[in-house]
C-alpha cells in the first residue's frame, strides 16, 4: 500500500480513501502532534507564577475575558488540531477535577512530549518511550506522597490561609490575599457536612458568588445565609424582619389555568360571576392554609397573584415570587425549611426558623434580599463587589480556584512545597533512578526528569531572571540530600526554601497534574496516523479539518 491510500494493481490506480481524504502517517503524524502540543504549552506559557501575564480574549459575541487561568482561556480559543483539542480537554479535566494547575497541566504536557521528539527522530519506538513514561509516572506519585508531602492539621486556621494564599498568589486576586482567602476558607467551612464519616463539601450547589459592579473590593464578603437578586412582590409588605418564620413553596399562589385551551359554557348572567367567584375562593384558600401556620415570610418559586398578595400583607406577611429553585435549595439549607409542593400538605416542622434577619437592602439601581444571621447555614452566599464586571469575572474564578484546594486539602490533607521544589525533587531522584533502569528505556525515563524541570524554568523566565544560572543553583541545592522543599521564589526570581516562604500546594493538585500530563502525552505518542476528511455535500475545503491548522 502506498501512502496515499492507492493499491497499485496492473498499473490502474484502485482509490480506497476519498479524494479530499487527507492523510498523515507515521513519523510526520506524530510531529505534527507534538507541533501542535507545544503550541498551545506555548499559549500558557506565560500565565503560570505570580508574575504571571493576563491574556485577553475576544469571544464570538464581542465579550471580553481577562484572565491567567489556563482552563478558561483554553475554554475561548477555537482550535483546529485534533491533538490540540485534546490538550484543551486535560485543562478541563484538572478545572473539574482539582479546580487548580490548570496551566501547569498544559505546560507540562507540551515538554513531556517536547522530550520526546528526539527519540522519535533516533528511530525508537513510540511503545519503548510509552513504558519508560509509565514506569517514570508510578514512581512520581509515590516518591510525591511518601517522601515530599507532609501532613496538615486542617482544623488550624492559620494552616489553611497559608495553602489558599499560595494558590491565590499566582492570581489577578493577590493584592488582596487575606480578604480572598478568609472569604474561600469561611463559605468552604460553612457548606461541609459530614455523613456517616464521609466529608462532603459541595461547591457547586451551595455557594453562589454573587458579583454586584460598584463599591470597593474591600467590600466583599461571606454572607451567614442567602442573598437573592429579588425585591418583595408588594410595597406594603413589611422589609426588615427579625428572626422571621421562613415558608419555602414550589407552587403557584396564584388560580391554576388549564393545561390546553379550555372552553366553558355559560347559560345563566350569574355563572360568570359564579366563575370569577371560584377563583378568588380557590386563591383564599390557599392563603388561608398558608396563614394558618404563621409565617412571616414566603418565598415561592412561581408567581403570587395580586389577590393573594392582597391576603398575605393584610396578615403582614411578606412574599417574594420567581426565585431560581437553586436559590431556593440554598434558602431550604441555610434556614432550615423544608420546601413544599402543595399549601394543603403544610406543617409546623416545614416552617424554617435558622434564620436571624431578613432584610431587603439597594445596592446600585436593585434590590437585594438578604437572609442573613442563620444560626447553622449549611449554604451560604459569597458577596463580591469591585469596579467592573471584567475584574469581578476574574475574581469569581480566582476564587472558584481557591476554594476547590480548600476542598482538596479537607478531603485529602497532605502537601507538598510549592514554587516548583517539587518537580526539581522529582527530576533528581528520576535523574538517580535513571541509572538502575535496564536497557534503551533509560534514556525516556530521564527525560521525564528533564521536562518536569520545565515548571521552576517557567516561573524563572516569568519573573525576568537569569533562567541558566537560577536552574544550576537550583539543581546543585537538590544534589545534596534534605532539600527537596527548595524551589523559585516566583517574584524575585532566586532559588528560596519553600517551607519559609509558606509557599504550599496540595498533593491531590500535583497528583492530577502528573497523571493527566504524561497520560496525556503518551496518549498522543500512540497516534500514528491522522485520516481528516471533509463530508460530502460541503464546498471543497469548508468541512475538513486542516491537521497542520492551529491557531
Same mark, same amino acid.
Given at each position: 500500500?502506498?501512502?496515499?491510500?492507492?493499491?497499485?494493481?496492473?498499473?490502474?490506480?484502485?482509490? %480506497?480513501?476519498?479524494?479530499?481524504?487527507?492523510?498523515?502517517?507515521?513519523?510526520?503524524?506524530?510531529?505534527?502532534?507534538?507541533?501542535?502540543?507545544?503550541?498551545?504549552?506555548?499559549?500558557?506559557?506565560?500565565?503560570?507564577?505570580?508574575r504571571?501575564?493576563?491574556?485577553?480574549?475576544m469571544?464570538?459575541?464581542?465579550?471580553?475575558?481577562?484572565?491567567?487561568?489556563?482552563?478558561?482561556?483554553?475554554?475561548?480559543?477555537?482550535?483546529?488540531?485534533?491533538?490540540?483539542?485534546?490538550?484543551?480537554?486535560?485543562?478541563?479535566? *484538572?478545572?473539574?477535577?482539582v479546580?487548580d494547575?490548570?496551566?501547569?497541566?498544559?505546560?507540562?504536557?507540551?515538554?513531556?512530549?517536547s %522530550?520526546?521528539?528526539?527519540?522519535?527522530? *533516533?528511530?525508537?519506538?513510540?511503545?519503548?518511550?510509552?513504558?519508560?513514561?509509565?514506569?517514570?509516572?508510578?514512581?512520581?506519585?509515590?516518591?510525591?506522597?511518601?517522601?515530599?508531602?507532609?501532613?496538615?492539621?486542617?482544623?488550624?486556621?492559620?494552616?489553611?490561609?497559608?495553602?489558599?494564599?499560595?494558590?491565590?498568589?499566582?492570581?489577578?486576586?493577590?493584592?488582596?490575599?487575606?480578604?480572598?482567602?478568609?472569604?474561600?476558607?469561611?463559605?468552604?467551612?460553612?457548606?461541609?457536612?459530614?455523613?456517616?464519616?464521609?466529608?462532603?463539601?459541595?461547591?457547586?450547589?451551595?455557594?453562589?458568588?454573587?458579583?454586584?459592579?460598584?463599591?470597593t473590593?474591600?467590600?466583599?464578603? %461571606?454572607?451567614?445565609?442567602?442573598?437573592?437578586?429579588?425585591?418583595?412582590?408588594?410595597?406594603?409588605?413589611?422589609?426588615?424582619?427579625?428572626?422571621?418564620r421562613?415558608?419555602?413553596?414550589?407552587?403557584?399562589?396564584e388560580?391554576?389555568?388549564?393545561?390546553?385551551?379550555?372552553?366553558?359554557?355559560?347559560?345563566?348572567?350569574?355563572?360568570?360571576?359564579?366563575?370569577?367567584?371560584?377563583?378568588?375562593?380557590y386563591?383564599?384558600?390557599?392563603?388561608?392554609? +398558608?396563614?394558618a401556620?404563621?409565617?412571616?415570610? %414566603?418565598?415561592?418559586?412561581?408567581?403570587?397573584?395580586?389577590?393573594?398578595?392582597?391576603?398575605?400583607?393584610?396578615?403582614? +406577611?411578606?412574599?417574594?415570587?420567581?426565585?431560581?429553585?437553586?436559590?431556593?435549595?440554598?434558602?431550604a439549607?441555610?434556614?432550615?425549611?423544608?420546601?413544599?409542593?402543595?399549601?394543603?400538605?403544610?406543617?409546623?416542622?416545614?416552617v424554617?426558623?435558622?434564620?436571624?434577619?431578613?432584610?431587603?437592602?439597594?445596592?446600585?439601581?436593585?434590590?437585594?434580599?438578604?437572609?442573613?444571621?442563620?444560626?447553622?447555614?449549611?449554604?451560604?452566599?459569597?458577596?463580591?463587589?469591585?469596579?467592573?464586571?471584567?475584574v469581578?469575572?476574574?475574581?469569581?474564578?480566582?476564587?472558584?480556584?481557591?476554594?476547590?484546594?480548600?476542598r482538596?486539602?479537607?478531603?485529602?490533607?497532605?502537601?507538598?512545597?510549592?514554587?516548583?521544589?517539587?518537580?526539581?525533587?522529582?527530576?533528581?531522584?528520576?535523574?538517580?533512578?535513571?541509572?538502575?533502569?535496564?536497557?534503551?528505556?533509560?534514556?525516556?525515563?530521564k527525560?521525564?526528569?528533564?521536562?518536569?524541570?520545565?515548571?521552576?524554568?517557567?516561573?524563572?523566565?516569568?519573573?525576568?531572571?537569569?533562567?541558566?544560572?537560577?536552574?544550576? *543553583?537550583?539543581?546543585?541545592?537538590h544534589?545534596?540530600?534534605?532539600?527537596?522543599?527548595?524551589?523559585?521564589?516566583?517574584?524575585?526570581?532566586?532559588?528560596?526554601?519553600?517551607?519559609?516562604?509558606?509557599?504550599?500546594?496540595?498533593?491531590?493538585?500535583?497528583?492530577?497534574?502528573?497523571?493527566?500530563?504524561?497520560e496525556?502525552? +503518551?496518549?498522543?505518542?500512540?497516534?500514528?496516523?491522522?485520516?481528516?476528511?471533509?463530508?460530502?455535500?460541503?464546498?471543497?475545503?469548508?468541512g475538513?479539518?486542516?491537521?497542520?491548522?492551529?491557531?
Amino acid at each position: 500500500t502506498c501512502p496515499s491510500g492507492e493499491i497499485k494493481m496492473q498499473s490502474t490506480p484502485i482509490l %480506497v480513501l476519498n479524494q479530499n481524504t487527507k492523510r498523515e502517517t507515521g513519523r510526520k503524524a506524530q510531529i505534527g502532534n507534538i507541533q501542535a502540543a507545544k503550541t498551545i504549552a506555548d499559549v500558557i506559557r506565560t500565565c503560570l507564577g505570580p508574575r504571571a501575564m493576563l491574556k485577553m480574549l475576544m469571544d464570538p459575541m464581542g465579550g471580553i475575558v481577562m484572565t491567567n487561568d489556563g482552563n478558561a482561556i483554553l475554554r475561548e480559543i477555537q482550535v483546529q488540531h485534533p491533538a490540540a483539542k485534546s490538550m484543551l480537554e486535560i485543562s478541563r479535566a *484538572q478545572d473539574e477535577e482539582v479546580g487548580d494547575g490548570t496551566t501547569s497541566v498544559i505546560i507540562l504536557a507540551g515538554e513531556m512530549l517536547s %522530550v520526546a521528539e528526539q527519540f522519535l527522530e *533516533q528511530q525508537m519506538h513510540p511503545t519503548v518511550i510509552i513504558c519508560a513514561y509509565r514506569q517514570a509516572l508510578d514512581d512520581i506519585i509515590t516518591y510525591a506522597k511518601e517522601t515530599v508531602s507532609v501532613e496538615v492539621d486542617v482544623t488550624d486556621r492559620n494552616e489553611m490561609l497559608k495553602i489558599i494564599k499560595s494558590t491565590i498568589g499566582t492570581k489577578m486576586i493577590r493584592k488582596w490575599s487575606d480578604l480572598a482567602c478568609d472569604v474561600a476558607l469561611t463559605a468552604v467551612q460553612t457548606v461541609s457536612t459530614e455523613t456517616g464519616g464521609r466529608k462532603e463539601i459541595d461547591i457547586k450547589r451551595y455557594i453562589r458568588i454573587e458579583k454586584v459592579p460598584g463599591g470597593t473590593i474591600e467590600d466583599s464578603e %461571606v454572607l451567614k445565609g442567602i442573598m437573592i437578586n429579588k425585591d418583595v412582590t408588594h410595597p406594603r409588605m413589611r422589609r426588615k424582619i427579625s428572626n422571621p418564620r421562613i415558608l419555602l413553596l414550589d407552587c403557584n399562589l396564584e388560580y391554576k389555568k388549564g393545561e390546553s385551551q379550555t372552553n366553558v359554557e355559560i347559560s345563566g348572567e350569574t355563572d360568570f360571576n359564579r366563575l370569577l367567584q371560584l377563583e378568588e375562593e380557590y386563591i383564599e384558600k390557599m392563603c388561608s392554609e +398558608i396563614i394558618a401556620v404563621k409565617p412571616d415570610l %414566603v418565598i415561592t418559586e412561581k408567581g403570587v397573584s395580586d389577590l393573594a398578595q392582597h391576603h398575605l400583607s393584610k396578615n403582614n +406577611i411578606t412574599a417574594i415570587r420567581r426565585v431560581r429553585k437553586t436559590d431556593n435549595n440554598r434558602i431550604a439549607r441555610a434556614c432550615g425549611a423544608t420546601i413544599v409542593n402543595r399549601t394543603d400538605e403544610l406543617r409546623e416542622e416545614d416552617v424554617g426558623t435558622g434564620c436571624g434577619l431578613f432584610d431587603v437592602r439597594k445596592i446600585g439601581d436593585e434590590y437585594f434580599t438578604f437572609l442573613v444571621e442563620c444560626t447553622n447555614p449549611k449554604a451560604c452566599t459569597i458577596l463580591l463587589r469591585g469596579a467592573s464586571k471584567d475584574v469581578l469575572n476574574e475574581m469569581d474564578r480566582n476564587l472558584q480556584d481557591a476554594m476547590q484546594v480548600v476542598r482538596n486539602v479537607i478531603i485529602n490533607p497532605r502537601l507538598v512545597p510549592g514554587g516548583g521544589a517539587l518537580e526539581m525533587a522529582l527530576a533528581q531522584k528520576l535523574n538517580e533512578k535513571a541509572k538502575t533502569v535496564a536497557g534503551i528505556q533509560q534514556w525516556p525515563y530521564k527525560a521525564v526528569g528533564k521536562a518536569l524541570e520545565v515548571i521552576p524554568r517557567t516561573l524563572i523566565q516569568n519573573c525576568g531572571s537569569n533562567t541558566i544560572r537560577v536552574l544550576t *543553583q537550583l539543581r546543585a541545592k537538590h544534589a545534596t540530600a534534605g532539600n527537596t522543599s527548595w524551589g523559585v521564589d516566583g517574584d524575585k526570581g532566586v532559588i528560596a526554601d519553600m517551607t519559609e516562604l509558606g509557599v504550599w500546594d496540595p498533593l491531590s493538585v500535583k497528583e492530577q497534574t502528573f497523571k493527566s500530563a504524561i497520560e496525556t502525552a +503518551i496518549l498522543l505518542l500512540r497516534i500514528d496516523d491522522i485520516i481528516s476528511g471533509s463530508k460530502k455535500g460541503k464546498e471543497e475545503g469548508g468541512g475538513g479539518v486542516n491537521p497542520n491548522a492551529v491557531e
